[in-house]
Nanobody, 122 residues
Framework: QVQLEESGGGSVQTGGSLRLSCAAS????????LGWFRQAPGKEREFVSL????????LYADSVKGRFTISRDNPTNMLYLQMNNLKPEDTAVYYC???????????????WGQGTQVTVAT
């Protein structure tokens, strides 16, 4: 059983930055993709970004492209999300997940963290 734990959330002003971290207890066998998703109040969980464990091109939602950067550190099983120029619409609970498919669909991910709250004030 793999456990994922997010950290780094908090409250910032519009235009501010945060760096989210996700610690994996181990690299799940055959799970090749790491992703970030978020869920705002009253809305469905949505894709934010993904990257493969072994590297290669990352993928971003249009709403965060150019502002967010995903990265991972394989030796420590860590995943990061650098978020710059934050906007009020970025307010959400952010989740990291891992799965077997290079997909923006959350159904492709079967290990999830508990989430970390990000609040962006106007």
């Amino acid at each position: 059983q793999v456990q994922l734990e997010e950290s780094g959330g908090g409250s910032v002003q519009t235009g501010g930055s945060l760096r989210l971290s996700c610690a994996a207890s181990a690299r799940p066998y055959s799970r090749s993709v790491l992703g970030w998703f978020r869920q705002a109040p009253g809305k469905e969980r949505e894709f934010v970004s993904l990257v493969r464990w072994h590297g290669g091109s990352a993928l971003y939602a249009d709403s965060v492209k150019g502002r967010f950067t995903i990265s991972r550190d394989n030796p420590t099983n860590m995943l990061y999300l650098q978020m710059n120029n934050l906007k009020p619409e970025d307010t959400a609970v952010y989740y990291c997940a891992t799965g077997t498919q290079y997909s923006t669909n959350q159904r492709a991910y079967d290990y999830w963290g508990q989430g970390t709250q990000v609040t962006v004030a106007t």
